[in-house]
């Protein structure tokens, strides 16, 4: 009895797999949103370039430009009896300052798009490494499952054949997602280049590999160029001068003046704080906002002791927004110092991997490359998940120090585990 029943469990196990439910072509999807827009091929320069004369943030920023050079005319251009004004010279003065704030906020905004732009477009060619990847992964599995292997039961008895099928379900869904989740990264790189009205095409990478950052610089060295150049730290500080002028403005008001103007009922110091709270999976503190009102109401006395509030509050705005700034650097430096410890330390194991996968890929599956496959190629997904946040560091770096770091990247070659088809 325990050799029939064995004998017709073994005959069980030596039917064929049953056949995998098709998945659509993704082809399929691609043209059920693409909406008519045609796919054209661009390097990061070219996408770069159209984000700058496309992207609605920038032209919205040069747009609060051009009002406060206009603001900063008139004020200037003021004649007659607007001259014995007591507080012209500080409004002037202001006016100043008001000009640096606006010409600070297209700066970070400039840099802030060509982050979002590398991102996106680094994005897209991570997701495709991953999924052609999981392509040829696949394949080898679905011809692996195909046959029935000669020594079933062996394999039955380590698992080999049900550790591959279940690997080939993982994949196919893995697969899924790196394809769709390419898909969805076309579309953010073309909204960040400025939206479908106004490119008219779906962006498609001419690199396929993601390049290697060159970045040679110090925690000193970072917090020093992001305290000079970050728009932020600049809003800040200028926010301090207007709110002392502010201050000093209204000592100079006339006293029977029961309701004062300030700066900003003729000019805007509007600006969306940098960072914004997080209470997510990282803990980070808010940021103050810099606060003036349009006009100061009451006697004379009441409206200096409320400017001189502002400008203390101005002050502790200016500190916040140094401590969240230098917060940032530090996390965004032990990050990349993270991320190149553990590429080194992935590095020893890499080569050994991506030789199973060749192998595999080029001769028939063994029982001793399938038993560790699917491990393989979990290690080469991370490992270019590494690579991915290795150019996304370097770009929020560039980011964070409005541009003022330069980083280059060196162009790497194929991944050799991914035979060109």
């Given at each position: 009895m325990w050799l029939i029943g064995n004998g017709l469990a073994f005959l069980a196990l030596a039917q064929p797999p049953q056949e995998l439910p098709k998945i659509p072509p993704l082809s399929t999807l691609e043209a059920e949103v693409a909406n008519g827009l045609e796919p054209r091929v661009l390097t990061l320069d070219e996408c770069l370039a159209m984000s700058m004369e496309h992207q609605p943030r920038i032209q919205a920023a040069m747009a609060s430009l051009r009002a406060a050079r206009a603001a900063h005319s008139g004020i200037h251009s003021l004649r007659g009896l607007a001259k014995l004004s007591p507080d012209l010279g500080i409004r002037k003065s202001q006016s100043d300052h008001g000009l640096a704030v606006a010409n600070a906020v297209l700066r970070q905004e400039t840099e802030d798009t060509r982050y979002a732009v590398r991102r996106a477009y680094f994005t897209v060619i991570y997701a495709e490494a991953q999924a052609e990847r999981l392509r040829r992964l696949a394949e080898i599995l679905e011809?692996?499952?195909?046959?029935?292997?000669?020594?079933?039961?062996?394999?039955?008895?380590?698992?080999?054949?049900?550790?591959?099928?279940?690997?080939?379900?993982?994949?196919?869904?893995?697969?899924?997602?790196?394809?769709?989740?390419?898909?969805?990264?076309?579309?953010?790189?073309?909204?960040?280049?400025?939206?479908?009205?106004?490119?008219?095409?779906?962006?498609?990478?001419?690199?396929?590999?993601?390049?290697?950052?060159?970045?040679?610089?110090?925690?000193?060295?970072?917090?020093?160029?992001?305290?000079?150049h970050r728009g932020e730290r600049i809003l800040a500080r200028e926010g301090v001068a207007i709110a002392n002028l502010e201050a000093e403005a209204q000592r100079r008001s006339l006293p029977f003046k029961f309701i004062s103007n300030s700066f900003a009922s003729f000019s805007s110091t509007n600006a969306t704080p940098v960072p914004t709270p997080e209470r997510g999976g990282e803990y980070r503190p808010g940021a103050i906002n810099l606060e003036m009102p349009s006009n100061f109401g009451g006697p004379k006395r009441y409206r200096v002791e409320r400017a001189e509030a502002l400008a203390d509050r101005a002050e502790l705005t200016d500190q916040t927004t140094t401590n969240l700034t230098n917060l940032e650097a530090r996390v965004a430096f032990l990050t990349l110092r993270e991320i190149e410890r553990r590429i080194l330390a992935d590095k020893a194991s890499i080569a050994e991997v991506r030789m199973i996968f060749m192998r595999a890929s080029q001769s028939s599956l063994s029982s001793q490359d399938g038993m560790v496959l699917g491990q393989a190629v979990e290690i080469l997904v991370d490992y270019e998940e590494l690579r991915l946040k290795h150019v996304l560091i370097a770009s929020e770096l560039m980011r964070e120090t409005c541009g003022a770091l330069e980083i280059p990247f060196e162009p790497r070659q194929p991944d050799p585990s991914i035979p060109a088809r």
């Open positions: 011809k692996g499952n195909k046959k029935t292997s000669p020594n079933v039961w062996l394999d039955d008895t380590f698992g080999i054949s049900s550790r591959l099928r279940m690997t080939l379900t993982k994949t196919r869904s893995n697969l899924a997602i790196a394809e769709v989740g390419r898909l969805k990264a076309r579309y953010l790189l073309l909204e960040e280049m400025g939206g479908k009205r106004a490119i008219g095409f779906l962006p498609e990478p001419a690199e396929k590999t993601l390049p290697k950052p060159i970045i040679n610089i110090t925690l000193d060295e970072l917090e020093s160029l992001m305290g000079e």
